[in-house]
């Protein structure tokens, strides 16, 4: 399986600076017909600015180190705050860029579309509102993936009545037939009182499999654990019902946070995993490795490609 091993990782992207609150992560890598492609966030510490900005970069190699090929910053998309991109190929060949916007002065999130031919012709202009939210939910860091005829979305969406609870998420599921207008199916994967994700649970990479439907999640069990998620695994049969497998996270930093995970299958059968790792100085680098499957946790179904 694709569970991190940050032991055989190396480092795609350093942080922006060093010490808490300077991240490069939250990846989101596509295989293009010459290159991978790779779409994550910069940030700085709430002070400092927070999320500023989304690069799209381009490897120089089979996806280890990039060159960056445009920068798109939160005051071009008019946000206070820029979160985890998602970079999709169409199967038509075009590509798009999902961002999560924090809306100014509140706790919402939505999700802004970028479309373009090429992945460094993205055009902040152009942007339109794609998952909107609304008074009672924020929405952010969808996940994509196009199967069988179909776009299905999962999206951590969080509640705002009660603003002190914003940091609370569960994952819910949507479909749509173009990846504009988008059909919300209900809640896939929710928290679990009592355990290490009983504050909240966020979907980051989705595989579908023979045997149903095979995720990875960010998970939390405080609002003090708030950007120090670490990775579960959860299974279905469908892509609207996910179940968590195990009682424990499956992967973690010595030093917090191991959240993000995105799985990027290469043309040579291998398969590249991104995710964002805490190191010892409580800054956030975005690693990558290279894998081949495992063997499962009892109960997580063989994976197939999408």
Same mark, same amino acid.
């Given at each position: 399986m694709y569970l991190p091993q940050p032991q055989l990782s190396t480092v795609a992207v350093p942080p922006p600076g060093d010490g808490p609150g300077f991240w490069a992560g939250a990846p989101s890598a596509v295989a293009g017909d010459d290159a991978v492609y790779l779409a994550y966030r910069l940030r700085r510490p709430l002070a400092e600015g927070r999320g500023y900005a989304v690069v799209v970069a381009r490897s120089v190699d089979d996806g280890a180190h990039f060159e960056p090929l445009l920068t798109i910053t939160k005051d071009q998309m008019r946000t206070e705050s820029l979160e985890r991109p998602t970079l999709v190929r169409t199967p038509s060949g075009r590509w798009r860029l999902y961002l999560s916007c924090a809306t100014y002065g509140t706790k919402h999130w939505r999700v802004e579309l970028l479309e373009a031919d090429r992945p460094d012709a993205f055009d902040p202009a152009t942007a339109k509102v794609v998952l909107p939210g609304d008074l009672k939910t924020g929405v952010k860091d969808p996940v994509i993936v196009h199967h069988d005829g179909i776009w299905h979305l999962w999206a951590s969406c969080h509640p705002l009545e009660?603003?002190?609870?914003?940091?609370?998420?569960?994952?819910?599921?949507?479909?749509?037939?173009?990846? #504009?207008?988008?059909?919300?199916? +209900?809640? %896939?994967?929710?928290?679990?009182?009592? @355990?290490?994700?009983?504050?909240?649970?966020?979907?980051?990479?989705?595989?579908?499999?023979?045997? +149903?439907?095979?995720?990875?999640?960010?998970?939390?069990?405080?609002? #003090?654990?708030?950007?120090?998620?670490?990775? =579960?695994?959860? %299974?279905?049969?469908?892509?609207?019902? #996910?179940? %968590?497998? +195990?009682?424990?996270?499956?992967?973690?930093?010595? @030093?917090? =946070?191991?959240?993000?995970?995105?799985?990027?299958?290469?043309?040579?059968?291998r398969t590249r995993i991104y995710y964002e790792w805490t190191r010892s100085d409580g800054a956030h680098e975005l690693r990558t490795e290279v894998r081949l499957p495992e063997a499962l946790p009892e109960g997580v179904p063989a994976d197939s490609d999408q």
């Open positions: 009660i603003p002190a609870e914003a940091d609370q998420m569960v994952t819910d599921y949507a479909t749509s037939p173009d990846g #504009l207008e988008w059909s919300w199916q +209900g809640t %896939a994967l929710d928290r679990r009182p009592g @355990y290490w994700d009983s504050r909240g649970v966020r979907v980051s990479a989705v595989r579908f499999t023979p045997a +149903g439907v095979l995720a990875f999640y960010d998970g939390r069990a405080s609002a #003090l654990e708030n950007y120090e998620e670490r990775t =579960g695994v959860a %299974a279905g049969p469908g892509p609207s019902t #996910l179940t %968590a497998v +195990g009682t424990e996270p499956h992967a973690s930093s010595v @030093y917090g =946070g191991l959240r993000y995970l995105d799985i990027v299958p290469l043309p040579d059968g």
